[in-house]
């Protein structure tokens, strides 16, 4: 193998800037930078060692230090119970939730707190409006690397705890992604930290890029890929990924590549719906899906060449066929997808019947980020109790158990406390429904029966408190 062979090249004027010059856009037109491989290098390229992100390490830009978390080497699952139910033969789920921080973007993030630390900073900053905060958070973790986060209003709330738990310090600012970038780059100016932003870190897109790496290693080379698009940052890496595996010798033909949007949110696929080479300006995006919500999409650009030059397509799909297809992908095959994620099976159904596709065509479905780390859990959970007509009773019992938690109580007491409206009777039966339960415990004392609250009562109790400060 040579020696690496890596420039980094501005995508809107061409200009070359050495690999090692840190630079995050270009200074000339301030367009975005990529890493440029040298086509003879990569022919010359070898990986060795377990089926992992760093394996690809020669196709990385060097870094002094690695900081790892055991990220990439994910599943690439074949999933018959679902494309059984999509009419499809041929349909793999490239399962990236397994990652440290169960999202995709714990490639970059380790790539990036890499460079970072190998460069001796102490503070970072980074702009995110979720999966990638949370997951420079914990890279950040591992090598005390103090982490702040410029994040919009409206984020989902488990991601927003997902980085809390990891220690970082964070900021809101502004409504949307953009303005959350404005600030992040301003910080790196003013205070000289690290800059860990995805659109404003050339590494992005080669952490990003190994999952075409894998995926060729895996299984071969699939026709279509399906991704969700918010930024378009992903897209453009797998682009760039393929691309350079057929450099390398890897793969024979480059898969054709299938972009998707929420139809709330979707500047990439209308612009490509009519032909144009930049992203329609949207002053808003609306979906529920806070992974995608980006309405101004930096590499919206790049996206659009990448579908462009893989002769794919674009498309945009409902939160509703978003929602229920993260359903179907979790009973039918046991992966917990976010809606972002679930877009890439939710737009199948509609290519298969439209011919667009073809049912014995050979799919892999990008599952970049787990449900877990949405607030459509929630919601559902709470939708659910609505719908078994719990709401009520799951009230009562709760302010039995808060009356039973502020000290040992009988049930005389209350009832006169909170029974107002019901029959002593049926406090009692609520009580001995809870004891059943093992969330209230009782002994006799003289004449009367005590009612305490058990460890699990106490554990339920701090698990709804959660709750409502979540909803
Ligand atoms: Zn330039």
Redesign the pocket.
Known sequence: MMKPRVNLV?T????AFPADSGRTT?E????ILEYIWDEEYLKSVEFSGELRFWRYKPVLPPVKKQVSLGEGGTPLQEAHRLADSLGLRNLYLKDETRNPTNSFKDRSASLIVSDASGKGFGSLVCATNGNHGASVAAYSAKVDISCHLIVPKAMDIAKLAQMMVYNAEIVESGETIEEAMGRAKTLEKEMGWYQATTELNPLSVEGLKTITYEIAEQKGNPMWVVVAMGSGVTISSLWKGFKELRSIGKIKALPHLIGVQAEGCSPIVSAFNTGKDEPVQLAKGETEAAAIRVSKPVFGELALRSLKESGGFATSISDEDMLSAGREIAKLEGIFAEPASAATVACLRHLVESGKIDRGDRITCLITSSGLKTDDILQSLTKRKRSLGLGSMLTTKEKIMRHIAGGSTYGYEIWKAIGKGMTIGAVYQHIADLEERGLVSSNVKGKRRYYEITDRGMRVLAAMDALQVLL
């Open positions: 501005c809107e004027c061409g200009y270009c000339r037109c301030g367009g």
